[in-house]
């Protein structure tokens, strides 16, 4: 069974500050982890995933999440975020072997003010 | 950008009445995703297919639900008959199906049961 935990329910920044918005998973074998982000009552949007290689993996608009096998974590992070960046993130994970249906966490609202 | 086409967009229905909403999963994709996510941002898995076939679904959607994929058709997701705790944002996706590969998501059908 794979599960993840998003720790902070909610953050807020000004723009222009750096935020890390944390995920930690349990899963015993092979793992696929991904962020999405859902602008308020929409779709959700792919924004970077890891698989294998290089621990750090860039995504679209300048975030960047890094994987950590002893840390059990797969925390988000973006240097300076902007006002349009508020929206609530979910870190998912898929197993190997079959079982690669996402399960989520409960999700991180970001807040960005002006 | 995901292609997974989902409609309606908003659905309203009567209690005991039936619900249904369609999905097209991006084209090439033959694994389909359907997910329920509530108001508390908390997402379920429904039932997930490759091709025509069931790969895994939860015991609620084997008795309320009914949800197929026939090739050349949309997807689709019924609820035989609706209740007052289906009210929730519905979302499809789709991915090729391998465990390291991107899962896609449409915009979701709103469904509210009255």
């Known amino acids: 069974t794979q599960t993840v935990s998003q720790s902070d329910a909610h953050v807020t920044v000004f723009e222009g500050d750096s935020v890390e918005l944390r995920c930690n998973y349990s899963y015993g074998g092979s793992i696929y982890l991904s962020w999405y982000i859902q602008h308020h009552g929409r779709g959700l949007q792919f924004l970077l995933k890891?698989?294998?290689?290089?621990?750090v993996v860039q995504g679209v608009n300048g975030f960047e999440a890094e994987f950590s096998k002893s840390d059990s974590s797969f925390h988000l992070r973006k240097a300076s975020v902007h006002w349009s960046d508020s929206a609530v993130y979910f870190c998912a994970v898929s197993g190997s072997g079959g079982n690669y249906k996402p399960t989520f966490g409960k999700g991180t609202s970001l807040v960005v003010h002006p | 950008n995901s292609k997974v086409i989902q409609t309606p967009r908003y659905l309203v229905k009567g209690q005991g009445q039936k619900a249904k909403m369609r999905c097209i999963p991006e084209k090439g994709h033959p694994v389909v995703f359907w997910y329920q996510q509530n108001k508390n941002n908390e997402f379920k898995f429904l039932i997930n297919f490759q091709n025509q076939e069931v790969l895994q679904q939860i015991d609620m959607t084997e008795k309320r639900f009914s949800a197929e994929c026939p090739s050349n058709s949309p997807c689709s997701l019924e609820i035989q008959s609706s209740e007052a705790g289906d009210s929730a944002l519905y979302l499809c996706a789709s991915s090729l199906g391998q465990a390291n590969t991107e899962v896609f998501f449409g915009k979701g059908t709103r469904l509210t049961v009255v």
């Open positions: 890891y698989y294998s290689g290089n621990p």
